[in-house]
């Protein structure tokens, strides 16, 4: 079992900065995948990015290449995810996710999230 709890969501300019992030508690979570998902009101919930359990691969949606960042520190069971120039299509509820395998939207272990609101 993995509890995931998610911090840093707030409200934000165009072009600011964010750092989320989500502490996850069980025995084995260093050893997790994880990731970041977002929802937007009246849209699906999508992969913001991944990280496999030691760093060594990451993976980014296209929309947040460049801008965004996910990264973890397994002695803290810790995982980030630093957001710069945001962009009001950023704005969704951010949530933090944990799998034995790989993160999907099918994965088990979720945080409740966090809400992510850019304003123009």
């Known amino acids: 079992q993995v509890h995931l709890v998610e911090s840093g969501g707030g409200l934000v300019q165009a072009g600011g900065s964010l750092r989320l992030s989500c502490v996850a508690s069980g025995s084995t979570s260093s050893r997790y995948d994880m990731g970041w998902f977002r929802q937007a009101p009246g849209k699906e919930r999508g992969i913001v990015a991944r990280?496999?359990?030691?760093?060594?691969?990451?993976f980014y949606t296209n929309s947040v290449k460049g801008r965004f960042t996910i990264s973890r520190e397994n002695g803290e069971n810790t995982v980030y995810l630093e957001m710069n120039n945001l962009k009001p299509e950023d704005t969704a509820v951010y949530y933090c996710?944990?799998?034995?395998?790989?993160?999907?939207?099918?994965?088990?272990?979720w945080g409740q999230g966090t809400q992510v609101t850019v304003s123009s």
């Open positions: 990280i496999n359990w030691d760093g060594a691969y990451t």
């Open positions: 996710v944990a799998d034995p395998m790989v993160v999907t939207i099918r994965s088990t272990y």
